[in-house]
């Protein structure tokens, strides 16, 4: 196997690793480690993201379900509008320039990053009262975001849930895996049937982020969350920064 390919299948494992323990964040490196280290084309690598992130947070769900880190309810009422959302992305991201979507994903990672710096003294605040459409509305704009971009949109799930829905924040990871796996099956369904999603490659990548996800899982109590979020703060904006150097100028 090419060394590029190697590097990209680790990666793939550090994606499934934050999936499981921190219910995002990993899925938003997806697309750009497929573009640069695997070499797939920039709308057959979003069609790959849905797909490798959708089953392997549903790998990962299925295990906080089993610890009861879910709650089913607020996945049900998330899910179902990010179900209706997530078509309506996919269908559009045919008809954006590559060097377009990946600027818009520079700009993305960045503003995820500099969100997930915050995010210790955003958790101090008390929490708003819920209004309800706010949990639906929520849904249905990360819905398009994950047929739009391929992400599974857990960097913006688990604030959902924890400030509108009021879940604490393990029962926010576990339940935002099972809505990041409906939104990513939603939004492949607009990807299917144009014939470019190179199914071994997808497979070998989602073997790699499953196993990831699991000991995720695992390990996600022995670890100080807040300093892992930092840090992974820190690589999601140093990874915008190189999109957005590659992609502003024109070739």
């Not at 390919?5 to 990993?26: D, E, N, P, W």
């Not at 818009?104 to 209004?131: E, I, K, N, S």
């Amino acid at each position: 196997m090419a060394p590029h390919l190697v590097l990209a299948l680790a990666l793939g494992t550090l994606i499934g690793v934050s999936l499981g323990l921190l219910g995002g964040g990993g899925s938003i490196l997806a697309v750009p480690v497929l573009v640069y280290l695997a070499r797939v084309e920039v709308h057959s690598a979003i069609g790959m993201s849905l797909a490798i992130v959708g089953a392997t947070a549903l790998v990962g769900g299925l295990v906080h379900a089993r610890a009861g880190r879910v709650d089913l309810r607020a996945a049900a009422l998330f899910g179902a509008a990010g179900i209706v959302g997530a078509p309506l992305g996919a269908q559009a991201t045919h008809r954006v320039a590559p060097r377009v979507l990946l600027l818009f994903f520079a700009g993305l990672m960045l503003a995820v990053g500099a969100l997930m710096l915050t995010v210790r003294g955003a958790a101090r605040q008390q929490a708003p009262r819920p209004h309800p459409a706010a949990v639906p509305a929520a849904g249905f704009g990360v819905g398009l975001l994950t047929g739009l971009l391929g992400v599974g949109g857990g960097f913006l799930i688990v604030p959902a849930l924890t400030l509108l829905a009021r879940l604490p924040i393990h029962a926010a990871v576990g339940t935002s895996l099972l809505v990041i796996a409906a939104n990513s099956a939603a939004g492949l369904v607009g990807h299917l049937g144009r014939g470019d999603l190179p199914l071994g490659l997808t497979a070998a990548f989602t073997a790699a982020a499953a196993a990831g996800a699991l000991a995720g899982v695992r390990v996600a109590g022995m670890l100080d969350p807040l300093r892992l979020r930092r840090a992974f703060a820190v690589f999601v904006v140093l990874v915008g920064l190189f999109l957005l150097a590659k992609n502003a100028l024109p070739a």
